[in-house]
């Protein structure tokens, strides 16, 4: 058996009227960040992202476009980020899944929030070519 040396991640960037969703987890760091979660085995991208949106904000999401790939080095976690739509008007948050959620222009996003956090959004509100990223070898310590 092959031990895997990356964790692998999906998340939805979800935009509306110029702002952009973001979620507050329950459980690890308490910076708001973007929705989403780990892939489990025998999942396909897509499949692990609309199955973490309805597991956290009881929505369901058709996954779009990619927006790109981001390695964080220091932890080997790959997150592959795609653009959501969907019926995102009425999220009704698993208190279990995410403490906070809401919707912030790219402008104005709140503290604390992941420099990576905003790379992607600004990467995903850009519309450009999809992108890879590689973070460096240091965690990020949010602003």
């Known amino acids: 058996m092959i031990d895997p040396t990356h964790s692998i991640g999906v998340l939805g960037v979800a935009e509306a009227e110029g702002r952009v969703l973001l979620v507050r987890t329950a459980y690890g ?3 708001w960040q973007l929705p989403g979660g780990f892939v489990e085995a025998g999942e396909s991208l897509a499949e692990a992202l609309q199955r973490e949106l ?3 904000l009881g929505a369901e999401v058709a996954v779009g476009s990619l927006v790109g790939l981001y390695l964080r080095r ?3 976690n790959l997150v592959i980020v795609f653009r959501v739509g969907g019926n995102l008007s009425e999220i009704v948050a698993d208190p279990a899944e ?3 959620f809401g919707w912030f222009p790219r402008g104005s996003m709140p503290v604390p929030v992941s ?6 959004v ?4 850009a519309g450009a070519e ?3 990223v590689t973070f460096g070898d240091e965690m990020d310590p949010g602003t």
């Open 54 to 56: 309805r597991e956290e």
């Open 74 to 76: 220091w932890d080997n």
């Open 98 to 100: 995410v403490r906070d």
């Open 29 to 31: 760091e308490s910076r």
């Open 130 to 132: 999809p992108v890879m």
């Open 122 to 125: 600004n990467d995903a509100l």
């Open 115 to 120: 420099v990576r956090t905003k790379r992607m």
